[in-house]
């Protein structure tokens, strides 16, 4: 049985989810309900919250990577012009309904044959944002004995090794075990809440140390480690983000009353999943019908309590 409190905050949010916003396109009345995935173009969709001057205050997104992998029905095979005029126009169309003060965090991968595609893609956006952060995230990473820190105690094994990759049979090219996540903003100066995802001290003499240093906790940093789901749990997407990555970029952003979350290419719903566990709203587009349905499975299937926290999460 839950707390009083946190079942108080899940009837709240139960009411946010079914908050409805009216609107009209074309001549036409239509109904767009928070916390739901649309099955429809993003740039379609984008035109009509800009209609209806509908701001999000975060975008967070992982578009094809346009390497032919095996979407359900999406082609992932365009013309390389093509998909970079095509990238563009997302960012032209997100800006215009991302808040002044907004974020927008692109993840976007590449492949050793061809390592400058992501760069390409953030060159498209920067011609309409500006890019504040590029961050990196890790899938997975070996360390070596000596590099782990003094006081840990992982020094008495040869290496240490963690996460998943997908091995790369090559004499030429070395295993991919990183992609970029691209944080845009309109102005290039918005403030972030670093210290939200912050990381203690090891060394606990650097909190006298430095002046910045005010409690135990310091800048991550633009190097996250996260792990992402073997193949057979991402199914049947073919290039899912693991829930702790839009929550992460979220949380960096910083969370405030009334948020509202966006992601463009829902996928199965890991950034429906990092919203509801962050108690925000979101809205998605997703042109599979059975990416879909996976999304509204696995977030009918979940658990309330995995999403509800008393302490760390402030429902509004």
């Known amino acids: 049985m839950l707390p009083p409190a946190l079942a108080a905050n899940c009837c709240h949010l139960i009411q946010k989810c079914d908050k409805v916003i009216k609107k009209s396109a074309h001549g036409l009345n239509t109904l767009i309900n928070l916390n739901r995935i649309y099955q429809e173009d993003c740039l379609s969709f984008m035109s009509k919250l800009k209609d209806q001057k509908i701001l999000v205050d975060v975008i967070v997104t992982s578009p094809p990577y346009n390497m032919n992998k095996e979407y359900g029905i999406y082609k992932d095979n365009k013309e390389r012009e093509k998909y970079l005029q095509w990238m563009k126009n997302v960012a032209e169309k997100s800006y215009d309904i991302l808040k002044d003060d907004g974020s927008f965090f692109l993840n976007v991968g590449g492949r050793p044959v061809d390592p400058t595609s992501p760069f390409e893609v953030a060159t498209q956006f920067r011609t309409i944002y500006e890019l504040q952060n590029t961050i990196h995230w890790i899938k997975s990473v070996s360390i070596d004995a000596e590099d782990v820190g003094k006081n840990n105690e992982f020094r008495e094994y040869g290496n240490i090794s963690i996460g998943h990759f997908k091995p790369i049979v090559s004499d030429r090219y070395l295993s991919d ?14 403030k972030l809440d670093k210290l939200r995802i912050g990381v203690t001290y090891q060394d606990k003499t650097n909190i006298g140390r430095w002046k910045s240093a005010k409690q135990d906790k310091r800048d991550r ?9 073997t193949i057979q749990e991402g199914r049947p997407h073919p290039a899912v983000f693991p829930i702790k990555l839009p929550e992460r970029c979220i949380n960096l952003h910083g969370i405030k009353p009334n948020m509202l979350v966006y992601d463009p ?7 429906a ?11 998605g587009t997703e042109i599979d019908a059975e990416y879909i349905k996976v999304a509204q499975d696995k977030i009918a299937s979940t658990p309330l309590e995995t999403y509800l926290s008393e302490d760390n999460h402030e429902f509004i």
Do not use: D
């Open 273 to 283: 999943l990092a919203c509801l566990r962050l108690g925000l709203n979101y809205l």
């Open 265 to 271: 290419f829902m996928g199965i719903g890991n950034t």
């Open 221 to 229: 940093g633009n190097v996250w480690l996260i792990s992402y789901p």
């Open 177 to 190: 075990l990183q992609e970029y996540i691209f944080h845009f903003t309109k102005t290039g100066n918005i």
